[in-house]
């Protein structure tokens, strides 16, 4: 069966362990099917896969793109915290010129970066989260490790292929 490719920005080990725990601590457990991710794609076609592997390696052969969580945005019916990368949003725009004519109207407009860390409550719910974790807050910057792609089959994302900036 043919599946979509999901592609995500993958955060160094401290902030996926922040982000992490922040997320199973927030989010419906009986819907928390995944770990903290940073969505780039939402729905690449299969066919792409061999491609889009070779282009992640090329893109990762550069230093890893400078980025920041900035604020705790409300979702509209969850939380998540911003993130603020120029230069991660650079790299996406080389995967969206490469892959014009292939992605989802989802896929074609600019995306704002974010970790969600709570998804599918009540609105009264997700905005006492977000007046709870803005109290804390303080901007902070962000290492992303790399760039991944998985297999959506409708339940936790099957690893496809992914590849690591260096330094």
Not at 7 to 36: Q, S, Y
Not at 55 to 68: T, V, Y
Request: glycine residues 4%; charged residues 25%.
């Amino acid at each position: 069966m043919s599946v979509p490719i999901i592609v995500t920005a993958l955060m160094g080990a401290a902030d996926f362990a922040w982000a992490d725990r922040r997320r199973r601590a927030h989010f419906p457990p009986d819907r928390n099917l995944l770990p903290a991710h940073i969505t780039l794609f939402h729905h690449l076609p299969p066919s792409v896969l061999e491609e889009l592997a070779m282009r992640l390696k090329r893109i990762c052969a550069e230093p890893s793109p400078a980025a920041r969580l900035t604020e705790v945005m409300l979702l509209e019916r969850g939380v998540a915290y911003r993130v603020d990368s120029p230069a991660l949003m650079t790299m996406r725009e080389l995967l969206v010129e490469a892959f014009a004519g292939l992605l989802t109207p989802q896929d074609q407009v600019p995306v704002r970066l974010h970790i969600t860390v709570q998804n599918k409550v009540a609105r009264n719910e997700a905005k006492a989260l977000a007046m709870q974790l803005r109290k804390d807050f303080r901007p902070r910057p962000l290492a992303i490790a790399g760039l991944a792609a998985w297999h959506y089959r409708g339940g936790p994302w099957e690893l496809a292929t992914k590849a690591m900036f260096r330094g």
